[in-house]
């Protein structure tokens, strides 16, 4: 339908295991799914890939309502992660790297809150000086995301939270990291 967004065979051999099953094969009853599952993701990567609305939608695809209704399940079910991990697991193993990563590379970033954003979800980053929020990020070797999580930008780069999996040092997968670095500001003499 549209060649920038469709899967390709082997694209969809790797996705559609990765979705949960649909709610009539988990053995809880209900109707059969209206719409092909790999439709739906071309219509999510359309979303993606061309950066539209969902209102903007065409209407080769299944409703927005619908499309929208399977992202928000499979982002609840943890498969988008999944499909991420996957992808990135393969891409290591061609650049002849273990699948799981044994060194990661830890950063963060403040960005300026709009004021629409409210108050509880962002600081002030004094060292910056400004009022928004801090995404953290790691990365392997090559790159290749392994953890996000956003905070508020007021947090200290030396105080990264528990939950977020990018502690010191960084758990992935549930087996630690044997070198994690973090960038430090340089300092001004």
């Given at each position: 339908m549209y060649p920038s967004s469709a899967t390709t065979d082997a694209q969809w051999a790797l996705i559609e295991p990765l979705l949960p099953p649909p709610g009539n094969a988990a053995g809880r009853g209900g109707r059969s799914e209206k719409h092909d599952r790999r439709l739906l993701v071309d219509a999510i990567f359309y979303l993606v890939r061309g950066g539209v609305?969902?209102?903007?939608?065409?209407?080769?695809?299944?409703?927005?309502?619908?499309?929208?209704d399977a992202f928000t399940r499979w982002v609840r079910s943890g498969a988008w992660a999944r499909v991420h991990?996957?992808?990135?697991?393969?891409?290591?193993?061609?650049?002849?790297?273990?699948?799981?990563?044994?060194?990661?590379?830890?950063?963060?970033?403040?960005?300026?809150?709009?004021?629409t954003v409210a108050g509880s979800s962002r600081g002030y980053d004094a060292g910056k000086k400004i009022n928004g929020r801090k995404r953290h990020i790691a990365v392997d070797t090559n790159g290749l995301l392994l953890a996000v999580i956003v905070t508020i930008a007021g947090i200290q780069d030396r105080v990264v939270p528990p939950r977020s999996g990018?502690?010191?040092?960084?758990?992935?997968?549930?087996?630690?990291?044997?070198?994690?670095?973090?960038?430090?500001?340089?300092?001004?003499?």
């Open positions: 609305t969902w209102r903007e939608l065409p209407r080769e695809f299944p409703p927005r309502s619908t499309v929208w991990d996957a992808l990135r697991d393969q891409l290591r193993v061609r650049l002849g790297r273990r699948p799981q990563p044994s060194a990661a590379i830890i950063d963060s970033q403040s960005v300026r809150a709009a004021d990018i502690g010191t040092p960084p758990r992935f997968r549930g087996t630690t990291l044997a070198v994690s670095w973090r960038t430090q500001r340089a300092s001004v003499a």
